[in-house]
């Protein structure tokens, strides 16, 4: 879809997954032209933004862990319990409402294929990428798969992929050999473990913007991280697919906050497990 570079300045709500559920901690950074009202102009950092959605007073809503209605892209199709999500054009994207930034963390994905809904396109239809993917990975970048890094970014990639054709692993838009390949029926467990987080995970100077509702969201919540990510000795992501692992997949880790995500190709879909039964603990 076309969108002005402001409109891409999308911005969402997400909460942390470290016990309550109900701290809000980290998005993903707008494209494109800073927005400095704050007075930072520093180029070592770098912005992150967010919305604040509004829940009935009491609500539970908050504390679900679900794919995100707001972290993804437009043509990423959910469910109406929103654990399934699909797309029936080329790679899209989309993160999961929570984040973590220390500790073990896990989930699985029941690997489907809708295929048979796509009207046109190219062969090889239904495939998908998953694993993780940081808050500084920018909306924008939302439209191509999981483990993509946009060419104009001086920055890493800063998600993770395990690919369903061919089983390689990525990670700024570089394919690695790594594990076996997987499809529809095929249960896919997705790995994190991270020995240390950021002192501040939400960064430097949090503020609250009202934009008066241009964006469906009244309030915006943005914060500053340094540039250059601090490297996460230890860290390590893995993928287990039907309960057997694959082996470490990434260990060059950095501190900071990281969402379940997926990515889905003509047909791709996949309904999520965020715990705390798994099929293969």
Not at 147 to 165: I, R
Not at 171 to 191: F, H, M, Q, T, W
Not at 248 to 277: E, Q
Request: charged share 25%; glycine share 12%; aromatic share 12%.
């Amino acid at each position: 879809a076309d969108r002005s570079a402001s409109e891409r300045k999308l911005i969402k709500k997400h909460r942390n997954a470290s016990g309550d559920g109900d701290k809000i901690v980290a998005t993903s950074q707008p494209i494109g032209e800073r927005d400095d009202d704050d007075g930072m102009s520093d180029p070592t950092k770098v912005q992150v933004v967010i919305p604040l959605e509004e829940f009935e007073e009491g609500s539970t809503e908050l504390r679900k862990v679900r794919w995100s209605l707001v972290d993804r892209e437009e043509a990423v199709r959910l469910s109406e319990d929103r654990l399934t999500a699909s797309c029936l054009v080329g790679y899209r994207a989309l993160r999961c409402t929570h984040g973590v930034s220390q500790g073990c963390w896990f989930y699985e994905l029941e690997i489907e294929d809708v295929s048979n809904l796509v009207t046109r396109g190219p062969g090889g239809r239904g495939h998908c990428r998953v694993g993780w993917a940081m808050d500084r990975v920018p909306y924008e970048d939302l439209e191509a798969p999981i483990g993509f890094a946009s060419p104009e970014s001086t920055d890493p990639g800063y998600s993770y992929a395990y690919a369903s054709k061919y089983g390689a692993k990525f990670n700024s838009s570089r394919a690695k050999k790594y594990g076996e390949p997987y499809g529809a029926g095929d249960v896919i467990g997705c790995l994190i473990n991270l020995p240390s987080g950021p002192e501040r995970p939400m960064g430097d100077n949090p503020k609250v913007i009202n934009v008066q509702g241009r964006y469906h969201c009244p309030i915006w919540l943005h914060y500053w991280l340094p540039r250059q990510a601090e490297a996460c000795p230890g860290g390590h992501i893995a993928f287990y697919r039907n309960g057997v692992l694959q082996g470490d997949a990434f260990t060059d880790l950095h501190k900071g906050v990281y969402y379940p995500a997926a990515s889905f190709y003509y047909g791709g879909a996949a309904k999520a497990n965020f715990g705390p039964d798994f099929r293969y603990p």
